[in-house]
Nanobody
Framework: VQLQASGGGLVQAGGSLRLSCAAS????????MGWFRQAPGKEREFVAA????????YYADSAKGRFTISRDNAKSTVFLQMNSLKPEDTAVYYCAARAAPGATYVIAILARATLYDYWGQGTLVTVSS
């Protein structure tokens, strides 16, 4: 699976951006998808995830109420709508794909970066104050 993230840019605090991540290769609907971010000098952190069917989503506390993850399996794309952006949201945002297992799992595990099989190249989001 190849992942191509886009949609980053410079926005003022309180503004919005919509990130997209287009996937190619294997069947997109077989993969759980996640968004992570890495700010300068900090470790990569989880932002949001969505199950392969789109039925379940999970968010970091910092994203709850402001960000919405969604997917369009027909277009092999996952989105991250970011509203009410803050300067602390400034980071490179990465999308990632995880081959969903056949067994049942707790969605919270999608916050673990080590579980993901494929990563996109990242898109930079800069929020000015």
């Amino acid at each position: 699976v190849q992942l191509q993230a886009s949609g980053g840019g410079l926005v003022q605090a309180g503004g919005s951006l919509r990130l997209s991540c287009a996937a190619s290769g294997r069947i997109f609907g077989s993969y759980d998808m996640g968004w992570f971010r890495q700010a300068p000098g900090k470790e990569r952190e989880f932002v949001a995830a969505i199950m392969r069917s789109g039925a379940g989503t999970y968010y970091a506390d910092s994203a709850k109420g402001r960000f919405t993850i969604s997917r369009d399996n027909a277009k092999s794309t996952v989105f991250l709508q970011m509203n009410s952006l803050k300067p602390e949201d400034t980071a490179v945002y990465y999308c990632a794909a995880r081959a969903a297992p056949g067994a049942t799992y707790v969605i919270a595990i999608l916050a673990r970066a080590t579980l993901y099989d494929y990563w996109g190249q990242g898109t930079l989001v800069t929020v000015s104050s």
